[in-house]
Nanobody, 125 residues
Framework: DVQLQASGGGSVQTGGSLRLSCVAS????????IGWFRQAPGKEREAVSG????????WYADSVKDRFTMSSDIAKNTVYLQMSSVKPEDTAVYYC??????????????????WGQGTQVTVSS
């Protein structure tokens, strides 16, 4: 049974840091790419970051580049999103999702087939 469990959200002030975790089960990280997405109220879900562990490939949206870092722990079958220098516009529900295969060929949400339940991140000014 494929599951992704996201956690680590919370409230943080502008300029602060937060680390999100996504524990995967039912598959291994070297079999599938993982993406982090976010959705703010009234906005479409957007890709934030993606990782292909098998290819050692990372991708970041321009809006978070140099502020967010995605990583993986194969032994724990867990991916992380370290958020630094956060801004109010980073406020959203953050989701992790499994890609269609090991390669990170797309960051479009429609290409990801299994989703975690989401974790709320709120950045106050």
């Amino acid at each position: 049974d494929v599951q992704l469990q996201a956690s680590g959200g919370g409230s943080v002030q502008t300029g602060g840091s937060l680390r999100l975790s996504c524990v995967a089960s039912g598959f291994t990280l070297d079999e599938y790419a993982i993406g982090w997405f976010r959705q703010a109220p009234g906005k479409e879900r957007e890709a934030v970051s993606g990782i292909s562990t098998s290819e050692d490939n990372l991708w970041y949206a321009d809006s978070v580049k140099d502020r967010f870092t995605m990583s993986s722990d194969i032994a724990k079958n867990t991916v992380y999103l370290q958020m630094s220098s956060v801004k109010p516009e980073d406020t959203a529900v953050y989701y992790c999702a499994r890609g269609p295969g090991a390669r990170l060929v797309s960051t479009h949400p429609a290409k990801f087939d299994s989703w975690g339940q989401g974790t709320q991140v709120t950045v106050s000014s």
